[in-house]
């Protein structure tokens, strides 16, 4: 769990909170939740936004992997099951999404920058 929160914990002014309504750890950014690490039936999971649409096609293609989570999964967000072998590029791109979506504008101007900077 440390390459997830060393993925989320990257972006511009996120933040890890140790315990949350939902899950422990979430990863915040303005005060609102991009992703967040939940236990369900002792499987580790992460919880993030995705696009409208993309949750359904992401569950139908993946359904050992990919599912909706209670609670905040009819307002679209998607869960990973993070045991096995995860694709973290994967994982890295869908918190990308998420951090995207909840993000002000200003820290996606910084991210955008910080991007092009790179080699």
């Not at 967040?36 to 993946?62: I, N």
């Not at 096995?84 to 101007?109: C, F, H, N, Q, V």
């Amino acid at each position: 769990m440390d390459r997830l929160g060393a993925i989320c914990r990257a972006f511009p002014e996120a933040v890890e909170i140790g315990e949350g309504s939902v899950g422990d750890p979430v990863y915040k950014v303005g005060g609102k939740i991009f992703a967040m690490q939940h236990g369900v039936s002792d499987r580790m999971s992460l919880w993030c936004k995705a696009p409208p649409g993309v949750q359904e096609a992401l569950v139908a293609a993946r359904p050992d992997r990919i599912f909706v989570p209670p609670y905040v999964g009819h307002r679209g967000w998607i869960g990973i099951w993070l045991d096995g072998d995860p694709d973290w590029d994967e994982i890295a791109d869908l918190i990308d999404e998420s951090y995207r979506m909840t993000a002000p504008k200003r820290l996606l101007k910084a991210l955008d920058a910080a991007e092009c900077n790179r080699p």
